[in-house]
């Protein structure tokens, strides 16, 4: 029998099926754990720290708004095979994920909690990097490599030999590990066999005469040279003499009764010596392979030092050309970042940094201030003149009509389809796009009760009610006058995160549809307020805002429904107003269309919604206005 025999057969001791089964799921590698809950991330310094529901599993980190919309689909995810999680030095309970230049902030209620989803985004890096302990590429019955595992071996780079071939090594030790304990064990239970027979046969040599222990004592020898049991060679065809030796003692009836563990020592041996010879070049060769990535480890290590210090060197170069050539007024440090970076016990700002950053937001508002200045005084010097005579009339007065003739279209023919409708409001798009970016018409077909068409278009044109309904500004400006019923608005609107914020630079006319007009139809009033982005030199585009190209149209019909007798007067409850809401607005920038028509179906109802009811609220307690309502509040600037 060879020595190859007994390294997979342990001298006669195949596994069985069961037990390779079982060696198998002990070997498997354990997956990582799939890990989600609710932890604290920063969003912007609007919002602060916010609580998300993060989900970690198949090495990416997801979050949602809440558990609830995590069928919708998330808000965003990072995958942390490339990622690097940097615990933060003076909170225990944060943490940072960074890849490239993403970072998320994050903390949990708990260091233990935080420490949970350290150590999961660790293993699913592990994971995702191969780093894990696979099955030996030894069979148990042979010790040589199977041919799949070789032909793969050779088609990978000289790193992913290294690698793969070290685990393979440590797996292979746990395999002779297994050998050598299952080897020990037999012969452990042999031993213990011969000792309870070295028992049994002493007892009964108490109750046996001398006579007998004689006869016993030839019988143990013949079985002992039958069995080869001490291994004594028969040299010249003689048989040297016997001498004592432990297993003599045991007879042939305790060879019958223990039988089954007779094992083959010589077999035994071997097996012992091929396993720990197996375990000794697996060491030596695990050995090998570290000492080559240590030293490829050090070359990389002086190469990543070398280039730290040239782009060290660069850096200051840079700062001290900066400081020599820039003057003093302007050295002053943005500083931008994180959490970190805002007021509080764990602010990473130094006092200058801390002081510099608040008199660039004070110098920020001063400017405005400057430029609202400059703009009342402009008002002031300029002669008052009529909407006929400024540069921008023939493109309002051609706009405003063709809108009006748009408005007045039928939704019938299979153009338009209906994508929302509660009571008497109905809301109708096409789909269109330009250059990838969702520019859908939308047209809104509305009546009301207990307002006038006059009333309602003029708190949707006047400026000093419009922070009143509309919810999304932040700022309005008149930035011209061009008469009594047209103006030139620029409106800042609230940034809504992870978006950039934009503005919206256009003329505002409202106009009153003479009733020889067909226009007007069997209406009491019609009322229209058309809206057209524009320029202005006072507003260029600076890229700081993405900004909005829009063209809006609102016309009102009232109606007097029911008819009032001869000699009564109008009331409210006789005022049925018709609204049509026509818009083509292009956002700009970037943004998913199927994120963009989702916000539009769900914002534009609530919208046309909320201000129809503003306007009757506004209104219940007024005298009815078929014309004539004014601006009140003649300031050029509005803040939210």
Not at 187 to 205: N, R
Not at 232 to 254: A, C, D, K, Q, Y
Not at 590 to 617: C, G, H, M, N
């Amino acid at each position: 029998m060879s020595e190859e025999d007994y390294v997979g057969g342990g001298g006669g001791m195949a596994l069985s099926d069961e037990e390779s089964e079982e060696d198998a799921l002990q070997s498997y590698p354990r997956q990582p754990v799939e890990l989600q809950g609710t932890v604290s991330k920063w969003t912007n310094y609007i919002h602060g720290w916010q609580n998300r529901f993060m989900v970690l599993k198949d090495g990416t980190m997801s979050y949602y708004r809440n558990n609830d919309e995590t069928e919708y689909g998330c808000r965003g995810s990072i995958s942390v095979q490339k990622a690097h999680v940097k615990p933060h030095e003076i909170d225990e309970c944060r943490f940072d994920v960074c890849l490239n230049d993403c970072v998320w902030y994050l903390r949990t209620p708990t260091v233990e909690e935080k420490h949970q989803w350290v150590d999961a985004i660790e293993q699913h890096k592990l994971e995702n990097n191969g780093l894990r302990r696979h099955g030996s590429a030894i069979s148990l019955t042979s010790n040589t490599l199977s041919t799949t595992s070789g032909s793969s071996l050779k088609r990978t780079k000289e790193s992913s030999l290294q690698i793969s071939g070290l685990h393979e090594k440590l797996a292979e030790i746990d395999t002779y590990r297994d050998i050598v304990i299952r080897q020990m064990e037999a012969l452990q239970s042999y031993f213990d066999a011969c000792a309870e027979s070295l028992k049994e046969k002493k007892l009964s040599e108490a109750n046996c005469n001398g006579h007998g222990l004689d006869v016993d004592g030839a019988a143990e020898a013949e079985i002992a040279l039958d069995y080869n049991l001490g291994g004594s060679p028969i040299v010249g065809g003689r048989r040297p003499s016997p001498h004592p030796h432990p297993h003599l003692s045991i007879n042939r009836e305790t060879l019958e009764k223990h039988g089954s563990y007779a094992l083959d020592f010589r077999g035994e041996a071997l097996t012992f010596k091929a396993t720990t010879a197996g375990i000794l070049t697996t060491l030596g060769h695990c050995v090998d392979i570290m000492n080559q990535r240590e030293e490829s480890f050090k070359r990389r290590l002086e190469r990543e030092g070398e280039k730290r210090k040239r782009l060290e060197e660069k850096l200051k170069l840079a700062l001290s050309l900066s400081s020599q050539e820039a003057p003093p007024s302007s050295r002053r440090v943005m500083v931008m970042g994180g959490p970190d970076y805002e007021e509080g016990p764990h602010s990473v700002m130094g006092e200058d940094e801390f002081f510099d950053a608040v008199e660039s937001a004070l110098d920020k508002m001063d400017e405005e201030e400057e430029f609202r200045e400059r703009l009342r005084l402009k008002q002031l010097a300029a002669p008052h003149k009529t909407a006929m005579t400024h540069p921008l009339w023939p493109e309002i007065d051609r706009v405003t009509r063709e809108q009006l003739s748009y408005a007045q279209q039928d939704v019938d023919g299979g153009i338009w389809q209906l994508f929302a409708e509660e009571g008497e409001m109905k809301m109708y798009r096409r789909e269109l796009e330009e250059d990838g970016l969702v520019v859908d018409p939308l047209k809104a077909v509305h009546q009301i009760r207990g307002a006038s068409a006059h009333e309602m278009a003029h708190h949707f044109w006047s400026p000093d009610v419009r922070f009143e309904w509309e919810t999304t500004l932040e700022q309005v400006t008149v930035l011209d006058r061009i008469s009594e019923d047209t103006l030139l608005f620029l409106q800042l609107h609230k940034r809504v995160w992870p978006t950039a914020q934009r503005d919206a630079l256009f003329w505002s006319h409202i106009r009153e549809i003479p009733k020889s007009d067909p226009a007007n139809c069997d209406a009491h009033d019609t009322w229209i307020v058309c809206n057209k982005s524009s320029e202005h030199p006072d507003a260029p585009n600076d890229g700081k805002c993405v900004r909005v190209d829009l063209t809006i149209c609102f016309v009102c019909q009232t109606f007097i429904d029911p008819p009032v007798a001869e000699g009564e007067s109008v009331s409210r409850d006789n005022l049925l107003t018709k609204i049509t809401y026509c818009s083509v607005v292009n956002p700009g920038g970037w943004a998913p269309a199927s994120v963009l028509r989702t916000v539009y179906k769900r914002e534009y109802p609530k919208f046309l919604k909320r201000f129809t009811q503003y306007v009757i609220d506004k209104t219940a307690d007024q005298p009815i206005a078929f014309s004539g309502l004014k601006i009140k509040d003649q300031n050029k600037h509005w803040r939210g």
